[in-house]
């Protein structure tokens, strides 16, 4: 379980805020040359951040409102619910960030992943850091 403890000062928050936009940042990275690979070349470091910010939220709010509304009716089958309209809204996101196809979407989603490992596996081994833990036997 994941349990989020918010800075208690002003200096504390404004670390945490600007922690959370270089976590951004890095994060958009991958998403950017994914982009590059599948636009031809003409997406932008602002469409991979809009991706990734746009598609985070738009995940998040889907998954929260279905379940939460939808769980009342059905029950724990609108989680499952969720999960799969959450994950074609972020794929809308993604489609409309880069103008691209439905499958480029996918393409560009699968390519980030793969990119984003690989960037964590040297930062684990370059500076000792990962964002999120993905070898955490490493």
């Known amino acids: 379980m994941i349990h989020l403890q918010f800075p208690g000062t002003v200096l504390g928050l404004l670390v945490w ?7 951004w940042i890095i994060i958009s990275i991958p998403v950017y040359f994914a982009g590059k690979a599948f636009t031809k070349g003409k997406s932008t470091l602002g469409n991979a951040m809009g991706a990734t910010l746009g598609g985070g939220l738009a995940y998040f709010l889907v998954f929260f409102l279905i379940s ?3 769980g009342a009716i059905i029950g724990d089958t609108a989680s ?22 439905w499958i480029r979407a996918v393409g560009i989603v699968i390519l980030s992943w793969i990119f984003l ?19 955490p036997f490493v």
């Open 17 to 23: 805020l600007v922690g959370l936009i270089i976590l």
């Open 68 to 70: 939460f509304f939808l």
């Open 80 to 101: 499952a619910f969720a999960i799969v309209l959450a994950l074609l809204v972020w794929l809308a996101v993604y489609r409309a960030a880069f103008s691209t196809t």
């Open 117 to 135: 490992l690989v960037l964590d596996y040297i930062m684990i081994h370059a500076f000792g850091v990962s964002f999120p833990d993905f070898f």
